[in-house]
């Protein structure tokens, strides 16, 4: 079954510090692994989108990971901002249909304090 | 941000009666989904379409229908609401290609936060 799992279900920080956040995956066969961060109350928004053979992609302060052997990718947010408040979720593309459908994992809730 | 449109941001409606969530998009978009989210939920998908006149059915089982007569719009339609019909709906578009590149990346709208009372 094609499942996504991420972790931890919830987490909060300090303004100003790193954190990181887990996503495996048992879909199959695999396409792409996006990371979105959606705002309480809004649609999610793409961060990074990566392939089979990318193992890193960065946007600003957001690093993703991705180990396709053993299905694991995680999300590195560096000097967490407070906008930085939100649900980052992962989700996962297959290629074996023509919509591409995608799987999404539950999310993370970031919480980061002043 | 991307150019998609959803209406009305929140409904509050009572039992039986019928509603229309709009989505409209211009980034001339083949491919739109309705997604269903329940909070700390992950997104289900329950309609999508692969262009004009086409219509599918997700993998959620959903009570609502949806229509596709032009490119840019998607409504879905909730003949008679219910407080299971309670949920936020999302709906997103996705392109096929990215500099030749297949990517089938999805752009969100805002989302629509129903409430059945």
């Given at each position: ?17 790193n ?35 990318e ?5 600003g302060?957001?690093?993703a ?23 980052y979720?992962?989700?996962v593309s ?12 539950r ?8 | ?35 269903q989210?329940?909070?700390g939920?992950?997104?289900h998908?329950?309609?999508?379409s ?9 993998d ?20 008679s ?5 309670t ?31």
């Amino acid at each position: 079954k094609n499942q996504v799992e991420q972790s931890p279900q919830s987490l909060i920080i300090l303004e100003g510090k790193n954190c990181t956040l887990q996503c495996n995956y048992t879909v199959s066969p695999f396409s792409n692994l996006r990371w979105y961060k959606q705002d309480t109350g809004r649609g999610p928004v793409s961060l990074t989108i990566m392939t089979f053979s990318e193992n890193t992609k960065s946007n600003g302060r957001y690093t993703a990971t991705l180990d396709a052997d053993t299905k694991q990718s995680s999300l590195h947010i560096t000097a967490s901002q407070l906008s930085d408040s939100a649900s980052y979720i992962c989700v996962v593309s297959d290629r074996g249909s023509t919509l591409g459908r995608l799987y999404f994992g539950r999310g993370t809730q970031l919480t980061v304090w002043p | 941000e991307a150019d998609i449109y959803q209406t009305p941001r929140y409904l509050v409606i009572g039992t039986g009666k019928k509603i229309t969530l709009e989505c409209s998009q211009t980034m001339g978009h083949d491919k739109m989904y309705w997604y269903q989210q329940d909070p700390g939920m992950e997104l289900h998908l329950i309609h999508y379409s692969y262009g004009v006149n086409s219509t599918e059915k997700g993998d959620l089982s959903s009570e609502s229908t949806v229509s596709r007569i032009r490119t840019e719009h998607f409504p879905l339609t909730l003949e008679s609401a219910r407080p299971s019909h309670t949920s936020q709906y999302l709906c997103a578009s996705s392109e096929n290609k990215v500099g030749g590149k297949r990517t089938n990346e999805q752009f969100f709208g805002p989302g629509t936060r129903l409430t059945v009372l």
